[in-house]
């Protein structure tokens, strides 16, 4: 192997999940969104063939690999038109930040039903009012004897359907200063006083976003994960997984979306030649493929930094990863359309339910504009922006 190729395991797992997508694929992705069902099939058997938990240690049912492992995962699934949110919410950011920070009953309790798939966890961090500023959350959790009571509302929180738990960000006030600081609570998505909405979303996909609304929800004091003082610390955990994921979302969506382009372009003959003939159609989509392997290429340092410990430089690399990932989707999907003519906007072809997936990977997790706000800071020197 050289520095700049995978590992033979690597590209085994990337092959073996091909495999078992594509015996789902597209199609079956698209009828669940449309006939309001769930991907639950799928989720579980990744999960049984140990996809799922791939990055979280062996003793709590994962494969004891790394994110580049679970980030594979999602890239090759959604390269075969099935793109799971829930990739990057519940093994990557909830498993990673327990993994890393839980209790050991903690992990024991939560960690095995993460890597089966049978107590998928949300994660909830976006707030109506605070938006991306993130520091402005108002969710308070408030201690009560032995216990906590948490009181808020969050938005655009992914899958609460169809988790056991949500990990929900919340501030407790810091007993030496009385100042609110960021803390982390698992909550049964059953709990009294929890309650969500979906949010109508112009997405085709089965995985919907909802409003959740959190009234004195009572929870045992282990629902508090980690450490009370290290929030912050044990949030910004999470940050690059989930980062270097969503990068891997947006590059297996962005492979997809011209997979179809090109197959579609051989074949569709209008001036006598296959349109792909056309450099006004070829040159897109080979910049798509530039484009698109530039992302991984970013995506797989950021993974690589990560498993070695350089949490700085793998936030860096992440960030860059991320902002090309999904710049690459949406154009790739755009192009995708565009070669197909009338027929990408029809339900027949399904490349036009694309754009809009790949749109969001320019919105969240993290907004384009704050990566860079992020490297026009951290990597230019440049003075704070906002
Ligand atoms: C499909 C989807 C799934 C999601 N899933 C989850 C989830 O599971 N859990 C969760 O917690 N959240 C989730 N989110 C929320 C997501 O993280 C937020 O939408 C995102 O962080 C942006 O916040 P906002 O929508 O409030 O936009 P706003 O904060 O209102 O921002 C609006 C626009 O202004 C720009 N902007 C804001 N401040 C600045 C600045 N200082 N400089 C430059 N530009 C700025 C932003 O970049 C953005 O383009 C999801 C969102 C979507 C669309």
Redesign the pocket.
């Known amino acids: 192997m050289s520095s700049f190729t995978e590992s033979e395991e690597r590209l085994t797992l990337r092959k073996e999940v091909t495999r078992l997508a594509s015996t789902y694929g597209r199609e079956y992705f698209t009828r669940c969104a449309r006939n309001g069902e769930k991907t639950t099939d799928l989720w579980l058997a990744i999960g049984k063939a140990g996809y799922l938990g791939i990055n979280i240690p062996e003793e709590y049912g994962g494969g004891g690999g790394g994110i580049g492992d679970v980030a594979a995962v999602c890239e090759e699934l959604a390269a075969q038109g099935c793109p799971l949110?829930m990739m990057v919410?519940s093994p990557a950011i909830c498993g990673t930040v327990i993994s890393r920070f839980g209790t050991e009953e903690q992990k024991r309790k939560w960690l095995p039903g993460i890597c089966d798939g049978t107590e998928t966890m949300?994660?909830?961090?976006?707030e109506?009012d605070?938006?991306?500023?993130s520091h402005n959350i108002t969710t308070t959790a408030r201690p009560d004897g032995d216990e906590w009571l948490l009181k808020g509302q969050?938005?655009?929180?992914?899958?609460v359907d169809e988790a056991k738990n949500v990990l929900v960000?919340a501030r407790a006030e810091d007993a030496k200063t009385g100042k609110l600081k960021p803390c982390l609570f698992v909550v049964p998505t059953d709990a009294a006083g929890f309650d969500f909405t979906p949010i109508p979303?112009e997405?085709v996909s089965p995985e919907l976003?909802f409003q959740v609304f959190i009234d004195d929800v009572r929870l045992p004091a282990d629902a508090l994960v980690g450490n009370q003082d290290a929030g912050l610390v044990q949030l910004f955990a999470g940050l690059n997984p989930e980062r270097i994921m969503a990068a891997s979302f947006s590059t297996g969506l962005a492979r997809y979306a011209l997979d179809r382009a090109t197959e579609y372009v051989k074949g569709r003959e209008v001036f006598g030649a296959p349109i792909g003939s056309h450099q006004g159609i070829a040159h897109p989509l080979a910049q798509s493929k530039i484009e698109i392997e530039l992302a991984r290429l970013m995506t797989q340092k950021a993974a690589a930094l990560y498993e070695a410990g350089d949490d700085i430089g793998a936030g860096e690399a992440a960030n860059m990863a991320k902002y090309a990932a999904a710049e690459a989707a949406c154009d790739a999907a755009d192009r995708a359309v565009q070669s197909h003519g009338g027929n990408g906007i029809t339900q027949e072809y399904g490349v036009a339910g694309l754009l809009v997936a790949a749109r969001?990977g320019r919105?969240?997790?993290?907004?384009?504009?704050?990566i860079?706000?992020f490297v026009g800071m951290h990597s230019l020197g440049l003075p704070k922006?906002?």
Do not use: D, H, W
Not at 122 to 126: D, E, G, M, R, V
Not at 363 to 370: D, G, K, Q
């Open positions: 949110l919410v949300a994660f909830a961090i976006t109506p605070a938006g991306t500023n969050k938005i655009y929180i992914s899958g960000v979303m997405i976003q969001a919105i969240a997790p993290v907004s384009r504009e704050m860079l706000n922006s906002y």
